[in-house]
């Protein structure tokens, strides 16, 4: 299993210890430090080992883990109520184009993740046409 890492790119550094961190946990595919802009106490990011700006270009052995060690975090936290977040490309608020999970406690309301969820009403049929057409 081959690394791709990009020079330039700030998770990368910080995979290679060119930028320091605060490391919580590395395995030999994900690497997980606390987050420097946290929205509460314990915001942690959670980074595959290769560079991939989104998830649907990061090859399947780099997520093997991500989940279990989002997990390990949140559990070591103590965090009952969290979030976790994942955004791919900029509409869509991804910050650093490297794809990356953050674990984000939500000790209250006012801290942690907030955001609004602008749920549509779905017709059924038009819903039985899309997962037709996918291609899974």
């Known amino acids: 299993m081959a690394s791709k890492l990009v020079a330039d790119c700030l ?16 395995t030999a595919t994900t690497f997980a430090f606390l987050d420097i802009g946290p929205l509460s106490e314990g915001h942690a990011l ?7 700006e989104k998830m649907h270009q990061l090859p399947d052995e780099f997520l093997a883990d991500a989940m279990p ?7 070591a936290l103590g965090a009952d109520n969290y979030n976790i977040l994942q955004n791919n490309g900029r509409l869509a608020h991804q910050q650093v184009m490297h794809v ?15 955001m609004e969820w602008n749920a549509e009403t779905a017709d059924v049929e038009r819903l039985k046409d ?4 996918m291609k899974l």
């Open 11 to 26: 998770f990368c550094k910080i995979i290679r210890g060119e930028i320091p961190s605060v490391k919580l946990l590395e």
């Open 130 to 133: 899309l997962a037709k057409n």
């Open 46 to 52: 959670v980074i595959p080992k290769f560079h991939a």
């Open 100 to 114: 990356h999970f953050h674990v984000i406690p939500k000790p209250s309301a006012d801290k942690g993740l907030s």
């Open 69 to 75: 060690v989002a997990k390990k975090i949140a559990m």
